[in-house]
């Protein structure tokens, strides 16, 4: 990556569409980094470190630590959120099961500061910090929803309106959108066996949901119960 002769940029995520020639997005400490045309471009957004997106095709929804916006295949950027001091943003996770790239209606997780001016925190050094968490659906950008006290969750998976979020000390969640008011948003913190830090978190259905994480451990939930594989 084209970064400064000082700096080796922490990646986060990495994407790219499905046909050859889509460009690749990744993103960390080093800002956006956009790939087209076989080659690595100077990083957009570098004033920020970017931690998640979700891509649809050649668009891209891209979450930094106090930014939230769109990325296109040309490198163009648009804010979604306006930058706010008492978020940091995790990541970012989109439905466009019905086709539609301009209606996939996002959600973005974060945790609250306790002061707009403290930096937010590393997902690597903070293994015993419980925050706020929040998810903000951007069909209603106006309105943040408090997922309650946890350890630092740093990755979002959905299936329909359920949605999982995985992060620091084995901590797993689970919550519907049904609406967006808080008391429909059942926090339910599941056993995992395991005080690891989870890194990723994807599901497939309801009764089939992966998570992986540091030394080694990968989990597997179906609904029931969460066994480590």
């Not at 306006?82 to 973005?108: F, M």
Request: proline share 7%.
């Amino acid at each position: 990556l084209p970064v400064a002769p000082d700096s080796t940029p922490t990646i986060y995520d990495l994407a790219g569409g499905p046909n050859d020639g889509d460009p690749i997005v990744a993103v960390g400490s080093g800002g956006i980094h956009l790939k087209r045309n076989g080659n690595w471009e100077v990083p957009l957004k570098s004033g920020d470190t970017w931690r998640g997106f979700y891509h649809y095709g050649d668009k891209f929804w891209v979450a930094g630590n106090t930014a939230v916006g769109t990325l296109d295949g040309e490198g163009s950027y648009s804010p979604l959120l306006t930058p706010q001091s008492n978020y940091c943003w995790r990541d970012i996770l989109g439905d466009c099961s019905g086709g539609d790239a301009e209606v996939c209606h996002p959600a973005v997780l974060g945790t609250v500061k306790a002061t707009p001016d403290e930096d937010c925190p590393d997902t690597t050094t903070s293994d015993d910090t419980r925050l706020e968490h929040v998810i903000v659906y951007l069909s209603d950008p106006t309105k943040a929803v408090s997922l309650g006290m946890h350890p630092i969750l740093s990755r979002l998976a959905r299936v329909g309106n359920g949605f999982w979020a995985a992060g620091n000390k084995g901590t797993i969640i689970h919550w519907k959108a049904d609406d967006l008011t808080p008391k429909t948003l059942p926090d339910l913190k599941l056993s995992t066996g395991t005080n690891r830090n989870l890194r990723d978190i994807a599901a497939f259905s309801t009764t089939d949901i992966w998570v992986v994480g540091r030394r080694g451990a990968i989990l597997h939930f179906d609904d029931k119960a969460c066994a480590t594989q």
